[in-house]
């Protein structure tokens, strides 16, 4: 079993805790990742706010810190800059890296700083995180803003440059904004289905079919308060969720984005790690076949990381 997820928060939990992406605790440490290789992992760089004086800065070096961690484990994980880069990875055995930001702080109102960080090896960027940014609000805001100018040069451009847009966290114009102006895919990497769960952080029935309807994908995030509002969610709200999403958006839209290393531990217990991806896979393939799992696990992301 193999799995591609767009979502975890590891690299700035590991840089800031001083730690061996290697061997760390956590949910995700490179040995865990290697036993399902060649696993896809889109490792998001978040900052703090106490990060944000230079954000550009705090966020190239995670990204050296990144480079060199990988860089010592080779046989086991290599950082994919496109998508021959992930199939020679896939048909090496070897996992792949996909770095990305959570949100546009890096970039503030420089396209020369998107232009720099699409050069160190940024391929994924998530428009917003919970702050609004130059580039658009964001649904923890109150203000509700869209997309800004700057913001619709941005799009355009990682769109010509082959930096895959991310639209969870952005505010809900933002959202509509992004799907009128998108001339590629683009995806959630990881929000769930507010049909399930009320959480302003998952999408609704629309903004699901309209991420279906441009080829892009939702992944599915582990954290308990987007998975249910009952207490104590566990595996079978994932599974819930999956197949809301292939219910409204079709069997090529679900995905992963377990925003591992970013969210607390579940309060059923039912995961520790990673190494979940496992058991979910076998249920998933019990429930529903081995094809549509295959869809959800692998080959909807891999159709969209398409840099
Ligand atoms: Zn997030």
């Known amino acids: 079993m193999f799995f591609v997820d767009g979502h975890c928060d590891t690299l700035t939990v590991a840089k800031t805790g001083g730690e061996d992406l290697f061997s760390r605790a956590g949910h995700i440490n490179l040995e865990k990742l290697a036993r399902f290789a060649p696993s896809v992992q889109v490792f998001a760089i978040w900052l703090t706010d106490d990060q944000l004086a230079d954000a550009y800065a705090a966020t190239c070096e995670v990204m050296d810190y990144a480079h ?17 880069d992930v199939a ?18 890096p970039i503030g109102s420089d396209m020369g700083k998107l232009h ?25 805001c109150p203000d509700g803003r869209g997309l800004t100018a700057f913001g619709r040069e941005v799009l355009g451009e ?18 509509w904004d992004v799907a009128r102006a998108a001339k590629k895919p683009f995806f ?16 609704d029935d629309s903004q699901i079919r309209a991420i279906a309807d441009c080829g892009g994908v939702v992944g599915v995030n582990l954290y308990d308060a987007f998975l249910s509002d009952s207490p104590k969610p566990g595996m079978d709200d994932v599974v819930r969720h999956l197949q809301h999403l292939v219910n409204v958006g079709g069997q090529d839209c679900a995905a992963l984005g377990g925003d591992l290393d970013g969210i607390p531990e579940p309060t059923s217990g039912w995961f520790t790690d990673v190494t979940v991806y496992e058991a979910l896979y076998h249920r998933l393939t ?22």
């Open 68 to 84: 060199a961690e990988f860089a010592k484990h080779p046989g086991h994980i290599r950082i994919a800059l496109s998508r021959a």
């Open 88 to 105: 020679g990875n896939i048909g090496d055995r070897v996992c792949s890296a996909i770095l990305g930001a959570e949100g546009g702080e």
């Open 116 to 140: 720099s960080l699409y050069a160190k090896g940024l391929r994924v960027l998530t428009l917003t995180w919970n702050r609004g940014n130059n580039i658009s609000g964001s649904i923890a």
């Open 158 to 175: 990682c769109e010509r440059l082959g930096i895959l847009v991310d639209v969870s966290h952005i505010s809900t114009a933002g959202f």
């Open 188 to 203: 959630a990497s990881h929000s769930n289905c507010r049909a399930l769960a009320s959480h302003r952080r998952n999408l």
């Open 286 to 307: 019990a429930l529903c076949g081995a094809s549509l799992a295959d869809k959800i696990f692998r080959e909807n992301s891999l159709r969209v990381f398409a840099f």
